[in-house]
Structures are given as structure tokens and as C-alpha cells.
């Protein structure tokens, strides 16, 4: 007896998708979310976050299926023993960040980041921040266009472009990596316990505005921000035997 019957599937509005979406369903029926043993997600990694942020209390295991480009944090599409490949799945956990951020007003905004929390200057002038690490500042200034805070999930997305490390997906671990620094220059970021606080203070923040996004929410002019992850939710990956997200996090170091 397969271990996963009531299925919901959800896609992407490309066509490959949808298409995807309606042959699935055909073979395999489509269970309402809020019943399903399992959510199997059709799309790329853009709808693959999107699935993990919609049903991020539900605690279902999500299961994608590339229909999109990169798909990094998706298994390959195949229509055939779907019921099997998930028997077969091996489950990954991963934890997102909270992101606390404070306006000029001293309006408070909060959302989670799956990947990344992202500081961005607004304008043309470089950014001046102020970091604490557990309520010791660790840089009194750094002058740059942004900072973020990966999780080891996102460490092979933005943050890899932004030339900071790669984590294994067990790491117990967050990566700080500055984005275009200009001083101090040499310094490259660093590695920090997932249980740490970091907290952001925007110096000059009339005259220099930054934004703060966590995954795809953003807040404008904010002043102070404040990260930490939120060990009490897990999000259930789902991923072939051999193909899991360590695996790939692995592979990616090595080029292939």
C-alpha cells in the first residue's frame, strides 16, 4: 500500500506546467491542500519557494517536479511511479530566518526567509550598516551596496553570486556575506551559529535609504533589522534517493 495517496498538486502559470499539472492529476487525482499527505510542486525553484511559503505552518512534506529552469530545489519530472518516488523520498528539514525590521516612523515589519535576508541601498551612494552579532558589535561600519544572511538552503543561491560560501544543508550554521563591500575591503563575511541574533543598524539612514527583503518581501527605509532563525518551524523537502539537497549542495562545490 503506497505510503502517500492523497496528493495536491500545484504549478506554475508557464504552459509546461499547467500541462504538467493536468496530466498528474489525471493519473493520480488532486486532494485539497489542507488533506494532503503530500504536496507535489510544478515549477522551478520561484514556485518551489513560493509552495514552501504558503504552506509553511502545515508541516506537509512538498515534493517539486522541474518544470521550470534551474531547478535546484526540485527533483526531475517524470509522470511514471510517482507513487513509488515518493514512498521513496528522502525528507530534508530546513528552518527559515524571522526577519524584525523597523522603519524611519518605528513602524515594526516581520517575514520569514527561506533562503536569504537581503540588504539593498536605494540609491546611487553606498550603504553604511552596523552589525551585532548576540549584542556585541562586530563592525562599527561597513560601507557597501548590502548584506545578507543565508540559511545553508539559500547559500547556493543569491548568496553564492554575492561570493559567499557554500554550507552543507546540515551545517548548524548561518553565512553573513557582504554584497559589493567597499571597507572594510578585505573583509568577506562570516560564518555564525544558527543560533545567533544578528541585528543591522542603518547609519545615515536619510541620506543613504535601504531596503530589507526577506525572499521576496521587501520593507523600504528601514533603519534597524533584526535576524535570527525560527528553529520552531520546519519545512519537509522532499527528494529522490541520491538527488537529495545535500547531495546537490555537495555537487555544486565541485562544479557539476
Not at 5 to 33: D, K, M
Not at 108 to 114: M, T
Request: net charge negative; aromatic share 8%; hydrophobic share 40%.
Amino acid at each position: 500500500m503506497p505510503r502517500f495517496r492523497n496528493i495536491a498538486f500545484v504549478a506554475s502559470e508557464t504552459e509546461e506546467a499547467q500541462a504538467a499539472q493536468r496530466h498528474l492529476v489525471a493519473r493520480y487525482g488532486n486532494a485539497p491542500p489542507e488533506s494532503a499527505e503530500v504536496i507535489v510542486a510544478l515549477g522551478g525553484d520561484g514556485l518551489m519557494l513560493q509552495t514552501m511559503h504558503r504552506y509553511l505552518n502545515s508541516r506537509i512534506p512538498i515534493y517539486g517536479m522541474n518544470r521550470g529552469s534551474v531547478g535546484f530545489l526540485l527533483n526531475d519530472y517524470r509522470e511514471d511511479n510517482l507513487l513509488e518516488r515518493l514512498d521513496a523520498a528522502e525528507t530534508t528539514v530546513i528552518h527559515p530566518l524571522r526577519m524584525t525590521a523597523y522603519d524611519g516612523q518605528h513602524t515594526k515589519h516581520e517575514a520569514l526567509a527561506i533562503n536569504e535576508v537581503s540588504l539593498f541601498r536605494q540609491i546611487y551612494q553606498a550603504t553604511k550598516l552596523k552589525i551585532s552579532v548576540d549584542g556585541k558589535v562586530r563592525l562599527d561600519e561597513l560601507i557597501c551596496d548590502g548584506v545578507l544572511l543565508s540559511t545553508p538552503a539559500g547559500s547556493t543561491a543569491y548568496n553564492l553570486s554575492a561570493h559567499g560560501p557554500i554550507l552543507p544543508i546540515a551545517a548548524p550554521l548561518l553565512v553573513l556575506t557582504p554584497i559589493s563591500p567597499f571597507r572594510p575591503r578585505r573583509w568577506r563575511g562570516a560564518l555564525l551559529p544558527n543560533e545567533a541574533t544578528v541585528r543591522i543598524e542603518v547609519l545615515e539612514p536619510e541620506k543613504r535609504p535601504v531596503s530589507a527583503v526577506a525572499d521576496n518581501v521587501e520593507f523600504r527605509d528601514v533603519a534597524t533589522v533584526e535576524i535570527k532563525e525560527e528553529s520552531d518551524v520546519d519545512i519537509f523537502m522532499m527528494f529522490d534517493p541520491g538527488h537529495t539537497l545535500a547531495e546537490r549542495i555537495l555537487s555544486e562545490q565541485f562544479g557539476y
